[in-house]
């Protein structure tokens, strides 16, 4: 019994830092995948390095976007697209 008692510190510890870190960046990830997956032509969008742009083309091969931006069209990789600031320029302003 007191080996259970003694463990159970480390189970608690453990068990917070899975709900409170683990799973919820898990659910990011999922979330930034579904994202990136339903990209399509003609969506606006701004980088992670903060650039902004409509994607023009998407390549399934090299898991690549282009994104035509008043300089000119730039390729990207799709997981430098953020996901919080595409999802703000895209929300109708209240």
């Known amino acids: 019994m007191e080996g259970l008692s003694s463990l159970l510190p480390f189970v608690a510890m ?3 830092v ?15 995948k579904k994202f990136s997956s339903e990209l399509k032509r003609g969506d ?24 035509e931006t008043l300089a000119g069209k730039i390729k990207f990789d799709r997981s430098a697209i953020s996901m919080e600031m595409s999802k703000k320029l895209n929300t109708p302003a209240k």
């Open 18 to 32: 899975y709900f409170f870190m683990i799973a919820p960046q898990m659910k990011r990830a999922k979330q930034e």
């Open 14 to 16: 453990f068990a917070v």
């Open 44 to 67: 606006r969008v701004i980088t992670k390095s903060g650039m902004h742009g409509k994607v023009a083309d998407l390549n399934d091969k090299d898991n690549s976007c282009v994104i």
